[in-house]
């Protein structure tokens, strides 16, 4: 017995016992209140439970985050919904802008020209190949429209003429165009002439005014308007003011360069006069 004793086998069956017994004391001491086999096991088990949690706390990340974007793209489609709502609310403002400039514009006319008889109208197509910018109007002959009836915006200021009409809608030609000649003076000189425009000075949105005198007295900064003669536009509609004043190569006489008031190609709201004082006398 002495012998098993001193022996190396007993030495290590001890010391196995020893670090048994260190580890079950560990084990306790670090988890009060259970027992020296549940703590072993928990102490075991604890990168296990570690792993676990960790993989839980991704999983709950990324649900969060799963959350947040989709109530980004919420926000996002009720913010896009916003938008849409106040740019048709800007595009009626400005609609109903032009329109009441346009009526007020309308009674500055009817003021002076109690004879017009005037209807709204408002472009609604326009012929991109055409250099002499005629366009569409929503106004026909459901409306009292014409061919022939002058079209007028601003404050007087000539746009063209009716040239075409249906009962839905109807087609203007612009002074632009060289088939549309209109009976002119200068405002200051009382100088007479006509519209009879070209290619060249349409595409720039200018008008030619020949027939003057070589002597004229028109200068540039004129204002040339309608004078009434043949009974298709009112007298004093404005055509537009003076650029230059050119001796015509092709014979004695002057002719002007003419700006409009308005940009034609850009016109979106007019008057069509229907009715006048004058209208259909050719004075023959």
Same mark, same amino acid.
Request: proline share 2%; with cysteine; hydrophobic share 35%.
């Given at each position: 017995?002495?012998?098993?004793?001193?022996?190396?086998?007993?030495?290590?069956?001890?010391?196995?016992?020893?670090?048994?017994?260190?580890?079950?004391?560990?084990?306790?001491? =670090?988890?009060?209140?259970?027992?020296?086999?549940? =703590?072993?096991?928990?102490?075991?088990? #604890?990168?296990?439970?570690?792993?676990? &949690?960790?993989? %839980?706390?991704?999983?709950? $990340?990324?649900?969060?985050? +799963? #959350?947040?974007?989709?109530?980004?793209?919420?926000?996002?489609?009720?913010?896009? @919904?916003?938008?849409?709502?106040?740019?048709?609310?800007?595009?009626?403002?400005?609609?109903? @802008?032009?329109?009441?400039?346009?009526?007020?514009?309308?009674?500055?006319?009817?003021?002076?020209?109690?004879?017009?008889?005037?209807?709204?109208?408002?472009?609604?197509?326009?012929?991109?190949?055409?250099?002499?910018?005629?366009?569409?109007? $929503?106004?026909?002959?459901?409306?009292? *429209?014409?061919?022939?009836?002058?079209?007028?915006?601003?404050?007087?200021?000539?746009? /063209?003429?009716?040239?075409?009409?249906? #009962?839905?809608?109807?087609?203007?030609?612009?002074? +632009?165009?060289?088939?549309?000649?209109?009976?002119?003076?200068?405002?200051?000189?009382?100088?007479?002439?006509?519209?009879?425009?070209?290619?060249? +000075?349409?595409?720039?949105?200018?008008?030619?005014?020949? %027939? +003057?005198?070589?002597?004229?007295?028109?200068?540039?900064? /004129?204002?040339?308007?309608?004078?009434?003669? /043949?009974?298709?536009?009112?007298?004093?509609?404005?055509?537009?003011?003076?650029?230059?004043?050119?001796? $015509?190569?092709?014979? *004695? &006489?002057?002719?002007?360069?003419?700006?409009?008031?308005?940009?034609?190609?850009?016109?979106?709201?007019?008057?069509?006069?229907?009715?006048?004082?004058?209208?259909?006398?050719?004075?023959?």
């Amino acid at each position: 017995m002495n012998r098993f004793v001193k022996s190396t086998w007993f030495k290590i069956i001890v010391s196995i016992f020893v670090m048994l017994f260190v580890f079950i004391i560990y084990a306790a001491a =670090s988890d009060k209140g259970s027992s020296p086999l549940s =703590s072993i096991v928990g102490t075991a088990s #604890k990168p296990v439970s570690s792993a676990s &949690s960790k993989v %839980g706390n991704k999983t709950s $990340d990324a649900s969060v985050e +799963l #959350k947040s974007k989709s109530a980004y793209q919420e926000e996002i489609k009720e913010l896009k @919904k916003q938008i849409a709502t106040y740019q048709k609310e800007l595009a009626d403002y400005e609609q109903l @802008k032009q329109q009441n400039e346009l009526y007020e514009n309308a009674l500055g006319v009817k003021q002076k020209n109690p004879d017009f008889v005037f209807v709204a109208a408002s472009v609604i197509a326009r012929d991109a190949a055409n250099v002499y910018t005629s366009f569409t109007l $929503d106004k026909g002959t459901k409306d009292g *429209i014409e061919v022939n009836d002058p079209v007028m915006c601003g404050e007087g200021q000539l746009v /063209g003429i009716v040239s075409k009409v249906a #009962k839905q809608y109807c087609v203007v030609s612009t002074i +632009l165009d060289p088939n549309v000649s209109v009976s002119a003076y200068e405002v200051r000189t009382r100088e007479t002439g006509y519209v009879s425009n070209n290619s060249t +000075l349409a595409g720039s949105g200018l008008v030619k005014v020949t %027939g +003057l005198n070589r002597k004229t007295s028109v200068t540039a900064g /004129g204002v040339v308007c309608t004078s009434g003669v /043949g009974g298709i536009f009112p007298r004093d509609l404005i055509i537009g003011t003076v650029k230059e004043v050119k001796d $015509d190569e092709h014979n *004695i &006489s002057t002719y002007l360069v003419v700006e409009p008031g308005n940009d034609i190609k850009d016109i979106e709201n007019v008057l069509i006069i229907t009715s006048f004082e004058g209208q259909g006398v050719t004075g023959s």
